[in-house]
């Protein structure tokens, strides 16, 4: 057992202060971000928003810097540029242009009249526009929403969609506070990741985020949206339709979420924990805009069997919002982290049986990811090279998420004490909190922490060098025991062999109650039952007879799996629900293994992915239309 105590306080040199950003235009190593305020209007009739952002800065170039780049986009028309040189002084007008950078963006080059010195305060005023489908600003007709009554349009910045969305530095390297008063038309209300919330007139609502974030957690929703306390320091958000849903599934949910992070990870900083419920084609699970998540409207299952799913989102509070990865190369450092203090807080609330159950589901994900790619696809590393032109959002796998909660439950192992491994963590959060780092800033503070870890070379252990761990692709050579998941996962595997059986044994099988199984051990049961698939003749038309509550859920979990076991058994009477559940929902997570499922399926499966993809491509997000695209049509094709 390895004993530990916080380091000296001596200023620590980041490594991340010289990291790279290949997916950046911008100049943000020549200048400070400090503020930026923008003042925007939205008009629902043309689809655009329209107003001006205000960039407050310091020059940092030692020989000081006669341009500004920003990062922006194509569909972001800038038409006036002006500097003030103090904060109420006059605005002089400035010469601009665009530059090409990459498909997922361009530079905004800003000129200066005569070079700003090292150390001198600015600002930039940009006058711009946001019209049409651009990918970091999203536009929903009425039938796209919840209500289908009225419009919606919201903003998704990670990874470099910002840049979309106002002109920035688009990097997680750099952190700033954020002002923003927006103009929505009658009957609409503005929600953003801030942690102060205005209304200032009848069509008018002012935001300020007081602590420093990057672009990527500036976020922005308007849409016919009302909310409902749900604890002392959280709302949920919705559309009229769903607040009643919202407020059932979790009202008094939150707060022990919220209290048992604390408790492990320190101080919640943000002040509060809203959550959003999004229209059904938001792309991902949730999104851990600081304040205000947004989470998929899937969870509201209506028996909050699915509303522990937020503990993610919440841990990513302290792992991500707080500590950030330096670059996206190193986004392991952000999900990692998150799935390892996700499953500390459930272990806490829960049970370690229960938990262990929801990581071998993880685990099963990565499996099932490491088999489709290779193991050796270069996208199994921690540690991702994104070439430039590269988006970061096509390097997106399991792998940071689920290998990474193994390299960091492998360095609790090493320390060999859980109560020593949660100071750490703590001690990790404050010593580099409101800060973005690299896996070197992490690795160099454990060793610190731990001196007799260090002494010990722990690593450079043949087979688990921590160089390993990042930089070479493949199944993690730790991973963590689980078999306190056994409980649960026993009686799920033997059930699933019961079912794989040439004949049937239905004694036995209505033996097993499953009516009192959670959500993570169905999960469980069925990713078996696809691993074991195709299964004998008839057998999943018996199950899906046999188990309603699986074949006919709300549960969006469990309908994801049933969707997959159907195609993979070619059960063609049920293709129906595949093609419903899609129609109901864009979430990135479950639509493209259900597209990948049906191309890999019969010519009647394929049939289905092409004509389901016509009928819901415009209400999914362009960059999920995209990757459906890519399965519809693979490369060389």
Same mark, same amino acid.
């Given at each position: 057992m390895a004993s530990g105590g916080p380091p000296g306080r001596a200023p620590r040199a980041l490594h991340s202060a010289r990291a790279v950003d290949v997916a950046s235009a911008s100049s943000f190593r020549d200048f400070q971000m400090l503020h930026v305020h923008l003042d925007l209007r939205a008009d629902f009739g043309s689809r655009a928003l329209s107003g001006?952002?205000?960039?407050?800065?310091?020059?940092?170039?030692?020989?000081?810097?006669? @341009?500004?780049?920003?990062?922006?986009?194509?569909s972001l028309e800038v038409t006036a540029a002006a500097l003030r040189r103090e904060p109420s002084g006059p605005e002089e007008r400035v010469r601009f242009h665009a530059r090409p950078f990459a498909r997922y963006g361009s530079a905004l080059c800003v000129s200066f009249p005569q070079p700003r010195p090292a150390g001198e305060r600015c600002q930039v005023l940009l006058t711009y526009r946001v019209v049409g489908e651009g990918p970091g600003v999203c536009w929903l007709a009425p039938e796209q929403t919840a209500g289908k009554e009225k419009p919606f349009v919201y903003t998704q910045g990670q990874a470099v969609l910002n840049r979309a969305f106002f002109p920035c530095f688009d990097t997680p390297a750099v952190k700033y506070t954020y002002s923003a008063l927006i103009e929505v038309p009658d009957g609409f209300t503005a929600v953003m990741s801030a942690d102060t919330w @205005?209304?200032? $007139?009848?069509?008018? =609502?002012? =935001?300020?985020?007081? *602590?420093?974030?990057?672009?990527?957690?500036?976020?922005?929703?308007?849409?016919?949206?009302?909310?409902?306390?749900?604890?002392?320091?959280?709302?949920?958000?919705?559309?009229?339709?769903?607040?009643?849903?919202?407020? &059932? &599934?979790?009202?008094?949910?939150?707060?022990? %979420?919220?209290?048992?992070?604390?408790?492990?990870?320190?101080?919640?900083?943000? $002040?509060?924990?809203?959550?959003?419920?999004?229209? +059904?084609?938001? +792309?991902?699970?949730g999104m851990e805009n600081p304040c205000l998540t947004f989470v998929t409207p899937c969870l509201l299952a209506g028996d909050r069997s699915l509303a522990d799913v937020i503990i993610h989102e919440i841990s990513h509070s302290w792992f991500g919002n707080l500590v950030t990865n330096a670059n996206w190369g190193e986004f392991w450092l952000n999900e990692g982290f998150t799935m390892y203090a996700q499953r500390r807080i459930s272990t806490v609330l829960f049970g370690a049986a229960y938990t262990c159950l929801e990581a071998a589901t993880g685990r099963?994900?990565?499996? *099932?990811?490491?088999?489709?790619?290779?193991? &050796?696809?270069?996208?199994?590393?921690?540690?991702?090279v994104i070439e430039p032109g590269v988006d970061p959002d096509d390097t997106y796998n399991e792998t940071p998420y689920e290998k990474g909660f193994c390299f960091v439950s492998y360095l609790a192992h090493l320390v060999g004490d859980l109560d020593q491994f949660d100071k750490f963590l703590k001690a990790y959060v404050d010593e580099f909190k409101f800060q973005s780092i690299l896996a070197e800033d992490l690795l160099e503070f454990y060793l610190e922490y731990f001196p007799d870890l260090k002494a010990q070379h722990v690593d450079a252990i043949p087979g688990f060098? %921590?160089?390993?761990?990042?930089?070479? +692709?493949?199944?993690?050579?730790?991973?963590?025991?689980?078999?306190?998941?056994?409980?649960?996962?026993?009686?799920? &595997?033997?059930?699933? *062999?019961?079912?794989?059986? @040439?004949?049937?044994?239905? #004694?036995?099988?209505?033996?097993?109650?499953?009516?009192?199984? /959670?959500?993570?051990?169905?999960?469980? =049961?069925?990713? /078996?039952?696809? *691993? #074991?698939?195709?299964?004998? +003749?008839?057998?999943?038309? /018996?199950l899906g007879d046999t188990y309603p509550k699986v074949s006919q859920a709300h549960n969006a979990e469990l309908r994801l799996r049933w969707g997959q076991i159907v195609l993979k058994n070619d059960l063609q009477e049920d293709f129906w629900k595949v093609r419903d559940f899609l129609q109901s929902q864009g979430k990135q997570k479950y639509t493209l293994p259900l597209y990948h499922a049906m191309m890999a399926g019969s010519e009647v499966a394929q049939t289905l992915a092409k004509e389901t993809f016509a009928a819901t491509a415009p209400q999914l997000h362009s960059n999920v239309a995209h990757y459906v695209q890519q399965v519809l049509t693979p490369k060389g094709t």
């Open positions: 001006t952002a205000t960039l407050d800065l310091r020059c940092l170039a030692p020989a000081g810097a006669a @341009e500004l780049r920003l990062d922006s986009h194509p @205005e209304k200032r $007139g009848p069509n008018t =609502f002012f =935001f300020q985020m007081g *602590q420093p974030i990057p672009s990527y957690l500036v976020a922005l929703a308007i849409g016919d949206l009302v909310s409902a306390e749900v604890g002392p320091r959280s709302r949920v958000w919705a559309e009229p339709c769903l607040i009643r849903a919202a407020k &059932e &599934e979790y009202d008094g949910v939150i707060e022990e %979420f919220l209290a048992t992070g604390e408790k492990l990870f320190g101080p919640y900083v943000w $002040g509060r924990y809203d959550l959003l419920f999004m229209p +059904p084609s938001f +792309p991902f699970g099963a994900l990565l499996r *099932q990811h490491m088999d489709i790619a290779g193991e &050796e696809n270069p996208l199994n590393k921690l540690r991702v060098e %921590f160089d390993r761990w990042l930089n070479t +692709p493949g199944w993690p050579p730790y991973l963590p025991d689980l078999s306190p998941g056994d409980s649960l996962m026993k009686p799920a &595997e033997e059930l699933a *062999q019961l079912w794989a059986a @040439e004949e049937l044994d239905m #004694k036995a099988i209505e033996a097993v109650a499953i009516s009192s199984w /959670k959500t993570y051990q169905l999960v469980y =049961f069925l990713d /078996k039952i696809l *691993q #074991k698939s195709p299964l004998p +003749p008839g057998n999943i038309k /018996k």
